[in-house]
């Protein structure tokens, strides 16, 4: 499971990498950890080992954007399961920069 877990943290990120900064700012305001069950549940991930799986950000704020700062945000993506009725989960961590690739 472990592959598989880091394989969907891993697209996920990639997801993140590819949109506007302004858009994961705005995951940043919300209370944290921000589920991302939707992102779990598409197309991309649903198959017959993945119904229990929860998958979670927490985006942190680093640096704030302003006129004379460009924001910076921490982003760490964690997949969470059960095996044998033991808790398991595989997190990343990543970082992204305003007027990154996307902006």
Known sequence: M???????????????RL??????????AERQPVSLARMLA??????????EFTLTGDFT?????S???LGKLRVT????WHE???PLSCSLT???AEKGISD
């Open 67 to 69: 006129p004379s700062q």
């Open 94 to 96: 990543t970082y992204f």
């Open 61 to 65: 704020t680093l640096v704030a954007s």
């Open 19 to 28: 949109r506007k900064f302004s858009e994961l700012k705005a995951y940043a």
């Open 42 to 51: 598409s197309e991309r991930f649903a198959s017959n080992l993945t119904p």
């Open 77 to 80: 993506l964690t997949v969470s």
């Open 84 to 86: 044998h009725e033991t």
């Open 2 to 16: 472990i592959t598989l877990t880091s394989q969907i943290a891993q697209s996920v990120r990639e997801d993140f």
